[in-house]
């Protein structure tokens, strides 16, 4: 469906707390199957879905673990699900001129599991709707307290974590193609892009409490995700 009618169609299906009116990139190319660049506005943009109902009165809180995955993974826990390869998106990336970093991960000291945070070139990630960007933690709550991800402390804190190599020498494989991860918000240490936020996916180490906001879109609904360089475009 083309860009334009996708925006029309969604106007009037969304809350506009926390959207801010923001001009579209207007060099799209398409570098890789789902993966439009911009690489002079230091931009890039997939097409996504909403994955998930966050409406529904019998089922409200709808726990999350990641923002954006790929199909046949997480969708049942996600905000977004987009067809575009996680190591396609790390390719784009690159061609903005940024290096990737590091996953989070979680170390084992003794008796004790210690975080390692991840790490890499900060992003700014948004979803858009209507021509409108939100935050993607304008549509995530903390169950127990209400706050929204957003206005949290680092809320709106990404960064190109670049996922890592998995499997043997001659067959490995880029991990978030594998596990689905493309924006991540519980630690699973695949991530390419990581909320720099720890969140320990065991619930025997930490209670789950990050819940779809039902501000969002319905499920179905189409979703632009734009990834840029913090101040890109200004």
């Not at 990139?25 to 570098?31: A, G």
């Not at 979680?106 to 390692?116: A, D, I, K, Q």
């Not at 929204?148 to 499997?167: E, N, R, W």
Request: charged letters at 20%.
């Amino acid at each position: 469906m083309p860009r334009a009618r996708v925006e029309e169609e969604m106007q009037a299906h969304h809350s506009e707390s926390g959207a801010t009116q923001e001009a579209a990139p207007v060099n799209l190319r398409e570098v890789f199957p789902h993966v439009q660049l911009d690489a002079k506005a230091g931009v890039i943009e997939l097409d996504a879905t909403v994955s998930i109902e966050a409406h529904d009165p019998k089922h409200p809180d709808v726990y999350l673990e990641t923002l954006v995955c790929i199909p046949d993974s997480k969708e049942y826990e996600s905000l977004l699900v987009t067809k575009a390869k996680p190591s396609h998106v790390h390719a784009a990336l690159l061609l903005l001129g940024l290096s990737p970093g590091q996953p989070g991960a979680w170390v084992w000291e003794g008796e004790h599991v210690r975080g390692v945070a991840p790490r890499g070139p900060g992003l700014r990630v948004r979803f858009v709707v209507g021509g409108k960007e939100f935050a993607p933690g304008a549509w995530v709550r903390d169950r127990k307290t209400g706050t929204l991800m957003a206005d949290s402390p680092g809320g709106d804190s990404f960064v190109f974590a670049g996922s890592i190599m998995t499997g043997a020498a001659g067959r490995e494989h880029y991990k978030a193609d594998v596990e689905g991860c493309l924006v991540g918000l519980t630690t699973f240490g695949s991530e390419t892009i990581a909320w720099t936020q720890m969140s320990n996916p065991e619930s025997a180490a930490e209670e789950p409490h990050w819940v779809a906001d039902p501000s969002m879109p319905n499920f179905g609904d189409p979703v632009i995700v734009r990834i840029s360089r913090p101040g890109a475009g200004e």
